[in-house]
């Protein structure tokens, strides 16, 4: 493996733990500064994730955020219609 590939992984991993130590950068912001593509950093951010079993604040914008907040409110008012629980029973 390359320095700047150890370098890349080295920085998405801060990125993911503690985006303010680089900033709060973008990943794309992060990208022009080290010469990389944004979909290279965001696969090594997410082999971060899933290695570790830690999901960051600043893997998600704020409109993926409110995004996935909704998906995750309908999913669990589906499932709970499946179940049959009469809602605010639940």
């Known amino acids: ?3 700047k590939a150890i370098g890349q992984r080295v920085i998405m991993a801060m990125w993911i ?3 303010d ?3 709060n950068l973008s990943m794309t912001e992060i990208g022009a500064l ?3 593509r944004p979909e290279v950093l965001s696969r ?3 082999a971060f994730s899933k290695r570790f ?3 960051g604040r600043a893997q ?3 409109k993926t ?3 996935q907040s909704e998906s995750a409110k309908q999913r669990h008012a589906r499932e709970t219609l499946e179940k049959g629980v009469p809602s605010g029973l639940n």
Request: no cysteine; proline share 4%.
């Open 1 to 3: 493996m390359s320095a």
């Open 17 to 19: 733990m503690r985006p």
């Open 21 to 23: 130590i680089i900033g």
């Open 34 to 36: 080290v010469d990389a």
């Open 44 to 46: 090594q951010a997410t």
């Open 53 to 55: 079993g830690i999901r």
């Open 60 to 62: 998600f914008s704020e």
């Open 65 to 67: 955020r409110k995004a």
